[in-house]
């Protein structure tokens, strides 16, 4: 018998369910869609520190892309999506690392060139797996087979001084005649990082080239000098951590060489300090230095090594006040994630107001 109300209110009651069916099709797919662009193309970090100041100030959104070094294949397969270590509110780790993938990489369009702003993974951590490691962001400073030295505070990269980027921070000296320095001049400068060294008119501040002409020219200053450690002073325990061999500090480094995969070098007592955790975490063998001063690899005897990876050296913007390869040496590639490309958000991460937010900063390349 035809009933007109029932086979309409079924046809509705179908409607519903179909459009029910293709809003969680939709979702899934968007979901699906948004973890394949942040594993393999683009992914936003937070600054977190003052290490890269001025080029990344704390409270930037920057986005990364992973395209021009080739992202990086997924090393530990078995964790949430769109969750790093741990899980939120619940806690505890977001992956099990019962399976471990090895090291592969997407083909690039570029080599990680100099003073490329590079987000990777802290090399110390070794508390989790590569993937699972907190994310640094720094300047690559010297690539593969580059030898690099600090001399005084400059820069040298095969013998020759590296220019000074225009935000690049030193540390400096500043003597006035007594009197203070209005903080809101030093905004207007811009300079963030100011303190009093003793009650005399004696300051020390973190200055690019061109601020430390404007506050010279401020009539209460007398005089602005770099603030240089000394040869031969260790100020902070640094890389390779053997101050019988390796007497350096942040002003005055090395010269140190960059590995390159498939160079072979020789080893012995007096550079093998250089080498230790690449031969032992990042490239997987068993390292004994014996009393008498022989090396035994994998149980080998060894007087040479030849690298598998290629490695970087990383420094922050903010050279006195970043912790970098200077403190922790060589990074894997196989730990970098990919080169930053511009801001997406910026506010002053002291204040949480609108007012706040850096509008000038949004969408900044970053070079």
């Known amino acids: ?36 662009i942040r594993l393999f193309a683009v992914e936003a970090f937070n600054i977190p520190s003052a290490s890269m100041n001025n080029t990344l100030l704390e409270g930037d959104l920057i986005f990364v892309s992973k395209l021009p070094y080739g992202a990086r294949m997924p090393i530990t397969p078995l ?35 100099h003073n490329d702003v590079v987000v990777f993974n802290y090399p110390m951590d070794d508390k989790h797996p590569v993937d699972k490691r907190d994310y640094y962001v720094k300047r690559c400073i010297a690539v593969p087979g580059d030898t690099l030295e600090i001399n005084n505070g400059n820069v040298f990269v095969n013998h020759k001084n590296t220019a000074i980027l225009p935000l690049e921070l030193q540390e400096y000296v500043v003597l ?30 973190m200055l690019t080239a061109s601020t430390v002409q404007k506050l010279f ?41 960059i590995p390159v995969k498939g160079t072979t070098i020789n080893i012995d007592t007096g550079n093998i300090s250089l080498y230790k955790r690449i ?24 007087h ?15 050279r006195h006040n970043s912790i970098d390869s200077r403190y922790w040496g060589f990074v894997p590639e196989d730990h970098i994630v990919g080169k930053a490309w511009f801001i997406g958000f910026s506010r002053n991460s002291f204040d949480d107001s609108v007012r706040n937010i850096r509008w000038n900063r949004i969408f900044q390349r970053i070079d």
């Open 176 to 205: 006035t005649d007594g009197s203070g320095i209005d903080n809101h001049l030093l905004m207007e400068l811009g300079i963030t990082e100011f303190s009093a060294v003793t009650g005399h008119g004696t300051y020390r501040a």
């Open 304 to 318: 040479e090594y030849t690298f598998k990876f290629n490695y970087y050296w990383m420094m922050g913007d903010n």
């Open 1 to 36: 018998m035809y009933e007109p109300g029932r086979n309409k209110k079924q046809l509705t009651s179908k409607g519903k369910r179909s459009s029910s069916k293709e809003w969680i099709y939709a979702f899934f797919i968007a979901v699906i869609a948004a973890l394949l």
């Open 279 to 302: 031969i032992t975490i990042y490239e997987g063998h068993k390292l004994k230095i014996n009393a008498d001063g022989r090396m035994l690899i994998d149980n080998q005897e060894a």
């Open 79 to 113: 964790s949430l999506p769109l969750v790093h270590q741990n899980i939120p509110l619940v806690g505890g780790r977001a992956y099990v690392d019962w399976i471990k993938l090895p090291y592969l990489r997407m083909p690039d369009i570029q080599s990680i060139q």
């Open 217 to 257: 020219n401020l009539k209460n200053v007398i005089s602005v000098k770099p603030f240089i450690w000394p040869v031969g002073t260790a100020n902070e325990p640094l890389f390779p951590a053997d101050s019988n061999n390796f007497r350096w500090n942040i002003d005055n480094y090395g010269p140190v060489w």
